[in-house]
């Protein structure tokens, strides 16, 4: 990728969303880690401790809290909570983030929360029932497994925060 046309990898990734500005990032982050280390390769994260391999990717062009979740869970076996749009939503409705957590935040708020060794299934498990069952259109609450611990039940403001008075 990192010798690929811009255009090139855009139009591979374009099915994620925002393909342009990814691929710009991409390719920085590649020339970035070669700079560093001389090469491509993230093995020295492995001897660090989560958080100051946190911030190491942090520091990479473009990368954010989730991101660097991403790669400390799924390439690492780090366990970093990544919060997409799905984790944030449904752990918003089930009460354990405030209404008004924004998904940065929820990182650090629930990995302190969820012990590490569930780090992986937690997330998987969220992102699998935010797309299945509490979805961001009308969730299908009726069929919920965890509808009796969930707090969206207590009204709008739990979910949207935005649509309280």
């Known amino acids: ?5 811009e255009a090139a990898l855009a139009a591979t990734i374009r099915v994620g969303g925002l393909a342009n500005v ?14 560093r280390q ?3 390769d993230l093995s020295a994260l492995e001897a660090l401790e989560l958080e100051p391999a946190r ?12 991101t660097a979740a991403c790669v400390l869970l799924f390439e690492l076996g780090r366990p970093a909570i990544p919060v997409d749009t799905h984790v944030h939503r449904v752990t918003r409705r089930l009460g354990l983030i405030g209404p008004k957590v924004s998904a940065e935040r929820a990182h650090e708020a ?8 569930d780090a992986y299934a937690f997330h998987v498990g969220l ?15 009726s069929v919920c497994p ?6 969206y ?13």
């Open 55 to 66: 911030a190491e990717l942090r520091a990479l062009p473009g990368v954010g809290p989730k």
């Open 110 to 117: 629930l990995e302190a929360i969820v012990a590490p060794a």
């Open 153 to 165: 039940n207590m009204g709008p403001a739990i979910c949207h925060p935005e649509r309280s008075g």
């Open 146 to 151: 965890l509808r009796d611990l969930c707090a």
């Open 38 to 40: 001389g090469r491509l």
């Open 22 to 35: 990814k691929a710009r990032r991409i390719k920085q982050c590649l020339d970035a880690i070669v700079a």
């Open 127 to 141: 992102v699998r029932h935010g797309r299945r069952v509490c979805r961001a259109g009308p969730p299908l609450c």
């Open 1 to 5: 990728m990192r010798g690929a046309d």
